[in-house]
Nanobody, 122 residues
Framework: QVQLVESGGGLVQAGGSLRLSCAAS????????MGWYRQAPGKQRELVAT???????NYADSVKGRFTISRDNAKNTVYLQMNSLKPEDTAVYYC????????????????WGQGTQVTVSS
């Protein structure tokens, strides 16, 4: 059994900052890529940022220069530091972790967090 627990969402004014966290726990063999996605009302879920096990990062153009993704492998945790937030950043943010479980180490699968709401007021 694996759990992804997200935290850090909330309401912030435009120009403000928030830091999201997502901690993975359970019978984990190894973790590959970790990432954040978001879904605004009436829109499809979109990639925000990813970070590989080698710390290579990838960002959506809309967040480059404002958001920073990082990970703590000892804690199986991925973070998203969001600065200079804009109203268009309002969405439910989901973490995604690609990992192998101890009982099936040959199989790599994607796991999703429950989502955390980020609301940016103008």
């Amino acid at each position: 059994q694996v759990q992804l627990v997200e935290s850090g969402g909330g309401l912030v004014q435009a120009g403000g900052s928030l830091r999201l966290s997502c901690a993975a726990s359970g019978s984990i063999f190894s973790i590959n890529t970790m990432g954040w996605y978001r879904q605004a009302p009436g829109k499809q879920r979109e990639l925000v940022a990813t970070i590989t096990s080698g710390d290579s990062t990838n960002y959506a153009d809309s967040v480059k220069g404002r958001f920073t993704i990082s990970r703590d492998n000892a804690k199986n945790t991925v973070y998203l530091q969001m600065n200079s937030l804009k109203p268009e950043d309002t969405a439910v943010y989901y973490c995604n972790v690609r990992m192998r479980l101890r009982r099936t180490p040959w199989d790599v699968s994607d796991y999703w967090g429950q989502g955390t709401q980020v609301t940016v007021s103008s």
